[in-house]
């Protein structure tokens, strides 16, 4: 469906009360434009009317007029680099933004997702996680294999148990 048809689904949402189904719309807006400042801004005065101001902040972080309660409220919520860059959903290089602000907004992110990981990172492939985040998912691994061993090994000497038994 064209962009501008979907806009129009979305005023008629919201004109009629149906502000969640807004929300979804402008969400696959963001998806399939995330680039669109202007789409950015609409589902960030949706998430105003929920109440929801980290969420606000989200979609309005790129905007130089954004509120400065709900930028905070964002950075509470997302307080790492690598997180504030997936949650931002931009994708390209920081020169696809319309304003200068935009651009200068994208590139501090990058940056310090970039000192955050150790290496350089770009929009088009957002680090999937912290490196605290492996240490923890590595050693979170390792209990589980653990637990696994431990099981296997308990129904195998239950099976031997059974076994001895059956033939005494």
Known sequence: ??????????????????????R???????????????????LAEVYRLY?????????????RDRDAAETSAFEARYHTAPQRMRALAWQGP???ARTAFAREQL???RAACSDAMGHPVDWDTVPSGEKAD???????GFLAGAGCLVAV????????????????
């Open 24 to 42: 979804q719309r402008l969400r696959g807006l963001v998806s399939s434009f995330p680039n669109d400042l202007m789409i950015r801004r609409r």
């Open 51 to 63: 109440g929801e101001p980290a969420e606000a902040g989200r979609w309005m972080y790129l905007e």
């Open 1 to 22: 469906m064209p962009l501008g048809d979907t806009l129009a689904r979305v005023d008629a949402d919201l004109a009629a009360g149906r502000v969640p189904v807004a």
């Open 134 to 140: 492996d240490r923890k998912s590595a050693f979170a």
């Open 107 to 109: 590139a501090a992110v």
């Open 153 to 168: 090994l308990a129904f195998l000497a239950i099976w031997v148990n059974g076994l001895v038994a059956l033939f005494d």
């Open 94 to 96: 920081e020169s696809l």
